[in-house]
C-alpha cells in the first residue's frame, strides 16, 4: 500500500495525513488486550504517573509484538516508505504507548510543541534537539468528537516553522519554541484501526479527554537512514528526508 497522489497532496499542504482503517482489527484487538493486562495485573504507581504520562504507559510492553506488529504487520510501514523511500527507514523496534484518561475541569487544548525537546519528564537530555523524520499515530480506540483526548495539530505549520529556522537557525529551537503566530489547532478524530503519517516539524499537543472513555493511541517515531548527518539540515529543509514527496515538492515548485 502507498500514499495516493491526493494523500501526498494533503501531507505536502497540512503536514500530516490520516490513514483510515490501515490497521486490521485483530492487531488492534492484541494492542488493546496487552494494554489492558498490564493494567489490570500490573496497576500504575501514583508517583510514577507525570513519567508515564510523557514517556509512555505499560513501558515494558513498548517492545512487545503487540505493539511493533501495528507498525511491522500491518500497511503502516509501506506507507511510509513510500513517501520516505524504500529501505530508507532505521529499524523502529518500540512504540509509545500513550493514554489519555478522563479529567474533571473545563475543555482544554495543550501547547504546541515539537517532539525532541527536553522537558524535566521526558528522558531528553538538556541542551539536545531528539528530532526525527515522521510521527505515526495509530488510534485504537474510536474518537469520534472533540475534548476525548484528541491528537490534535496545527495545520500548516510544518511549513511555516520551516521559513522561521532558516531566518533564526534551528538551533534556536533550544531556546523554546518559535514565537510566530499559528493557524487554529485541529483536533484529529478517528476510528479504532486509523492511523495518521504526521511530519516531525509540525506542531502538535493533546486535547484534554472530558469523555467517559480512556483514549488509546500508539506513537512510533520513525528516522530517515541518513538522519544523523541531516540533523539540522532537515528542519529547513523540510522534503530532504522525503523522496517519495518529490514529485508533490516539484509541482509546488520547491
Known amino acids: 500500500m502507498e500514499l495516493t497522489n491526493q494523500q501526498k497532496q494533503a501531507f505536502f499542504e497540512q503536514g500530516f495525513v490520516k490513514l483510515p482503517g490501515i490497521i486490521p482489527t485483530p492487531l488492534v484487538h492484541d494492542a488493546l488486550r496487552a494494554i489492558n493486562l498490564s493494567l489490570g495485573s500490573n496497576g500504575m504507581d501514583p ?44 529499524p523502529v523496534r518500540s512504540g509509545q504507548i500513550a493514554l489519555r484518561f478522563p479529567q474533571e475541569g473545563p475543555e482544554r487544548i495543550g501547547k504546541p510543541h515539537l517532539d ?26 474510536d474518537i469520534p468528537h472533540p475534548f476525548m483526548g ?20 534551528p538551533q534556536s529551537l533550544l531556546q523554546g519554541m518559535p514565537d510566530t503566530p499559528l493557524p487554529e489547532p485541529q483536533q484529529v478524530t478517528a476510528s479504532a484501526g486509523d492511523a495518521a503519517l504526521v511530519h516531525y516539524q509540525l506542531a502538535h499537543t493533546i486535547a484534554g479527554n472530558t469523555s ?15 538522519h544523523d548527518a541531516l540533523h539540522w539540515e532537515c528542519m529547513t529543509d523540510i522534503w530532504r528526508e522525503w523522496p517519495g514527496m518529490s514529485d508533490v515538492v516539484s509541482a509546488a515548485g520547491r
Open 47 to 90: 508517583a510514577q504517573l507525570p513519567t508515564l504520562r510523557s514517556r509512555s504507559y505499560c513501558p515494558e510492553l513498548q517492545e512487545s509484538g503487540a505493539i511493533t506488529n501495528l507498525l511491522h504487520a500491518s500497511p503502516l510501514w509501506s506507507v511510509a516508505e513510500s513517501a520516505i523511500g524504500q529501505g530508507n527507514i532505521k
Open 116 to 141: 525532541g525537546m527536553h522537558s524535566p519528564l521526558n528522558g531528553v537530555k538538556e541542551g539536545v534537539i531528539g528530532n526525527f523524520t515522521a510521527l505515526l499515530g495509530v488510534f485504537l480506540s
Open 150 to 169: 484528541n491528537f490534535t495539530v496545527w495545520p500548516g505549520t510544518h511549513r511555516l516553522y520551516e521559513q522561521y529556522f532558516r531566518e533564526h537557525t
Open 212 to 226: 467517559p472513555f480512556i483514549r488509546y493511541g500508539i506513537f512510533f517515531r520513525l528516522s530517515h537512514i541518513d
